[in-house]
Antibody, heavy 130, light 110 residues
């Protein structure tokens, strides 16, 4: 079945780094954009970043721009989030999510922001604390 | 950019209908037909319920419907059932490769 499994979360001191992974299965990973979304304790959802199906385009929320890097390895069906210079306000459950995009009749990918995220992982918890 | 505005709570009795609003600006909700809605039960991952303002993914009951007027999008849940009790979040494209979520609405089935 279609599945996303995050890993790599943990407790880290402010200013340190952490890399999250998201293993995908049950669908053609290399054909879809992928997102990271986070949720601070007791708070709402917060979009973090998106990467195109081939990894050529990457976009970030202003709050993480310059500190976080999204990447993917399509040969391993795995999505990553490298988080540097972590702050207390980065404490959250981090979800990876599959973009609900599609290919049009011309073979162009349509999505990233327009059709939502249709598959989500169970989340991995990141705690930034001294 | 600020999060989209949702009421913190909503409620209804079984069988009734309830509508949750999501208010943005002409730069996000009002400017694009790209509103999505998610359902999240406690301790669980979000689930896509509506995309493209009013489209339902396969498997989502037709009791869930979406609409938009100006800068405000709405999610209506008809024939409320106990399992509909959850948090609901809207999202919208906000231009410049940015995606916004609403603050969330806790739906209580009385």
């Amino acid at each position: 079945q279609v599945q996303l499994v995050e890993s790599g979360g943990g407790v880290v001191q402010p200013g340190r780094s952490l890399r999250l992974s998201c293993a995908a299965s049950g669908f053609t990973f290399s054909s879809y954009g992928m997102h990271w979304v986070r949720q601070a304790p007791g708070k709402g959802l917060d979009w973090v970043a998106v990467i195109s199906y081939d990894g050529s385009n990457k976009y970030y929320a202003d709050s993480v721009k310059g500190r976080f890097t999204i990447s993917r390895d399509n040969s391993k069906n795995t999505l990553y989030l490298q988080m540097n210079s972590l702050r207390a306000e980065d404490t959250a459950v981090y979800y990876c999510a599959k973009d609900n995009g599609y290919y049009d009749s011309g073979g162009n990918y349509r999505g990233y922001y327009y059709f939502g995220m249709d598959v989500w992982g169970q989340g991995t918890t990141v705690t930034v604390s001294s | 950019q600020s999060a989209l505005t949702q009421p913190p709570s909503a409620s209804g009795s079984p069988g009734q209908s309830v509508t949750i609003s999501c208010t943005g600006t002409s730069s996000d909700v009002g400017g694009y037909n790209s509103v999505s809605w998610y359902q999240q039960h406690p301790g669980k991952a979000p689930k896509l319920m509506i995309y493209d303002v009013n489209k339902r993914p396969s498997g989502v009951p037709d009791r869930f419907s979406g609409s938009k007027s100006g800068n405000t999008a709405s999610l209506t849940v008809s024939g409320l059932q106990a399992e509909d009790e959850a948090d609901y979040y809207c999202s919208s494209y906000a231009g410049n490769n940015n995606l916004l979520f609403g603050g969330g609405t806790k739906l209580t089935v009385l």
